[in-house]
């Protein structure tokens, strides 16, 4: 028997009808509503909701306002007759809102592609979100135990050179297996970390992992770089280069071996300390790279006032790349402009052939994602490095 787990807010009795009817077909039961004053119920019980922006007294935006508040955890679709950029705007407004956001559809819709996504989401285990529900919240006193106990890992992100498709590197990433809190995504942690000040122990901790794996490669005659994310609060400390370059003499490692990521977002007016310890780094040949590129609000002025060596273009214009002249646009553009600035360019989330093929076309020069591989253990990273080595 179907149930209700769709709920559809259009404006349009006819379109709604139409629309319902054609997900029946499918099996799949959906509510239908034309405000959503007589929706809330019902949406807030919803594992889908369809959201149409133009509607009268209560609009769409406004809608996103009310299920933000509402802490709605289901999967958002979006649609409008309006122009593509604003049904964007209103994409990337709900995400910022904290609403998980599964796609975003302009009028008419390809009734065929629009029950197929339906399909898929229904299928799709939502995650619950950390600190909510009887869960209980994660505390900077549960992950500084957690470094404590080892509970973190890293794993490694193959990254590739795209005019011979050959393996250049890795970016470490962070994972966190608590058995009190299940999987803890990294955003969660993170934040938590640069928040309560437990930023740089937890960034220790990363570089001391990635340095001794590196020369543990090292013994094994694999010579690779790997990159590793920082937040601009570790740049506060004024030795910190001193330190890093100290540890990477130690395990006789070239700091050419290690890329430093700065997520573009988190770069603040004032970085005087962090533009001194930045400068010192690249003098002594660590590489630096700008991360999500293309989301923050002063793109231009840091790459004119910080040595960068890599720009990363974020995963989500590359995800859009192949079916939105927006994206297109801005990856077009990223890569010429760090070309002129004598910067090479790395494509995140790559992962179909037809996206490779599009990004080598343009010039684009290194590329990661699930197309080439998912983040890999250690072993599976060594394992790479070993069949390209023979």
């Known amino acids: 028997m179907m149930s209700h787990l769709v709920c559809m807010i259009d404006d349009d009795p006819d379109y709604l009808q139409m629309c319902s ?41 406004e809608t996103l306002r009310w299920l933000s508040r509402q802490a709605f955890s289901g999967h958002l679709v979006i649609v409008s007759g309006h122009d593509i950029s604003i049904v964007h705007a209103a994409r990337e407004l709900a995400k910022a809102q904290g609403l998980q956001v599964a796609d975003a559809l302009t009028k008419p ?14 299928q799709v285990q939502l995650q619950p979100k950390a600190g909510t529900g009887n869960q209980p919240a ?9 470094l404590q106990r080892n509970e973190l890992s890293l794993c490694y992100q193959p990254k590739y050179q795209l005019t011979d498709n050959k393996l250049v590197g890795f970016e470490a990433l962070a994972r966190w297996k608590s058995p009190l809190f299940g999987q803890v995504p990294p955003t969660v942690f993170i934040q938590l970390a640069e928040q309560s000040g437990v930023i740089d122990a937890l960034t220790d901790w990363v570089l001391a992992e990635v340095i001794a794996q590196l020369s543990c490669w090292a013994e094994q005659k694999l010579s690779t770089c790997v990159a590793v994310n920082l937040s601009l609060i570790n740049l506060q400390n004024i030795n910190f280069p001193a330190r890093l370059l100290h540890e990477l003499k130690c395990h006789q490692l070239q700091p050419q071996q290690l890329v430093l990521e ?4 988190a770069f ?16 002594n040949g660590i590489e630096l790279s700008i991360d999500d590129f ?13 040595p960068f060596t890599e720009l990363k273009i974020d995963r989500r214009f590359i995800a859009n790349f192949l079916h939105e002249a ?65």
């Open 294 to 306: 293309g989301t923050g609000y002063s793109s231009l002025a840091q790459l004119q006032r910080i």
């Open 21 to 61: 009817q054609f997900l029946a077909s499918a099996d799949i039961a959906v509510q239908g509503f034309t405000c959503l004053h007589d929706a809330a119920d019902a949406v807030c019980q919803a594992k889908v909701v369809i959201l149409d922006l133009d509607m009268p007294h209560i609009d769409g935006v």
């Open 109 to 122: 819709l390809d009734m065929q592609a629009f029950s197929r996504k339906i399909q898929q989401l229904l």
């Open 268 to 283: 603040m007016n004032e970085v005087v300390t962090a533009l001194d310890i930045l400068i010192r780094l690249r003098m």
């Open 138 to 146: 994660i505390t900077a006193a549960d992950l500084v135990a957690a």
């Open 326 to 390: 927006e994206s297109q646009a801005i990856v077009e553009t990223c890569i010429n402009l760090a070309h002129k600035m004598h910067i090479r360019t790395v494509a995140e989330g790559v992962e179909t052939a037809e996206t490779l093929q599009a990004l080598q076309a343009i010039g684009c020069d290194y590329a990661q994602g699930y197309f080439f591989h998912p983040p890999l253990t250690v072993p599976q990273a060594t394992e790479l490095l070993k069949a390209v080595v023979l």
């Open 262 to 265: 700065l997520t573009e977002s």
